[in-house]
Structures are given as C-alpha cells and as structure tokens.
C-alpha cells in the first residue's frame, strides 16, 4: 500500500514556497505532511495533501513542474526507539532508504513516518511482518 507524494521542484528564493501553500490553501487542500530540502539554486517540496490530484493540477496550472512519487507511510507509537525498529526492519532486508520525513498527528502518542525505498512492496511486506503498520493516505486522514 502506497500514498502518492507531491514532488514539487521550485526556484531558491523569498516567496516561492508561500506560492505553494497559498496555491493549495486557497483551494481548501490541507497539508498532511511537507518536507524541504534545497541546493543554493532551487528547491524540492515533498508534499502529502487530502486532495493529491486536485493539488497536482492546481500546482501545475500555477507554473510549478510537479511529480507524483509514490511513498510507503507507516505508522508508529510516538517513543524512544519506534523508529529505530521499523530501520532494523529494512536494513535487515537489505532495503535502502532513499529519505524519510516524520510528522506527527493529534492521536495521543501516534507518529508517522513517510518513507521513500527501492522497492515499496518488498519494503511493505518486510514492516509488516516486522510488525509495523503500513498505513494508506485514509488512515493519515483520520489522524486529523
């Protein structure tokens, strides 16, 4: 089970990532998670929404080169050590992360972790047999 990401490349300067949110704000599309990462010239937005396609096109209507890369989502109680056991999980699989971002919820003592592997299905099975739940974009949206 996968979420789909926005993948959002933007130019490095004041006011581009505000058009972003603006964009999605004003049409009602709430972020669920949001995770930068930038060179000195230009800047990757890693975006999960309540409304993937509608923000797609609205991204792209406004100039943006947008993607969709589809990511694995795991859920995990929120303390020491949650995380450390979904990375042995994978390392012992030998699967690679390619980046992660976490972001928490209003569920007491619940987080949730995106992650970005070689292989989603491997990946998927792997935690789940480990015993970690592999959540879908539903479950992210409950945990308002």
Not at 41 to 54: L, N, P, Q, V, Y
Request: glycine share 6%; no cysteine.
């Amino acid at each position: 089970m996968t979420i789909n990401q926005l993948t959002v490349f933007v130019e490095n300067g004041p006011g581009r990532l505000l058009e972003i949110t603006e964009t999605l704000g004003k049409a009602s599309i709430d972020l669920r998670a949001l995770s930068i990462a930038d060179t000195a010239e230009f800047g990757i937005a890693r975006i999960i929404t309540s409304d993937h396609a509608k923000a797609v096109a609205l991204l792209r209507e406004a100039g943006f080169a947008v993607s969709t890369t589809p990511v694995l989502a795991v859920g995990l109680d929120d303390e020491p050590g949650a995380l450390v056991k979904t990375l042995r999980i994978l390392a012992d699989a030998k699967i690679n992360i390619e980046y992660l971002y976490a972001f928490i919820t209003r569920r007491e003592r619940q987080a949730y972790v995106v992650l970005r592997v070689e292989d989603n299905d491997a990946a998927a099975l792997a935690l789940r047999q480990g015993g970690v739940s592999v959540v879908g974009v539903e479950e992210i949206d409950k945990a308002d």
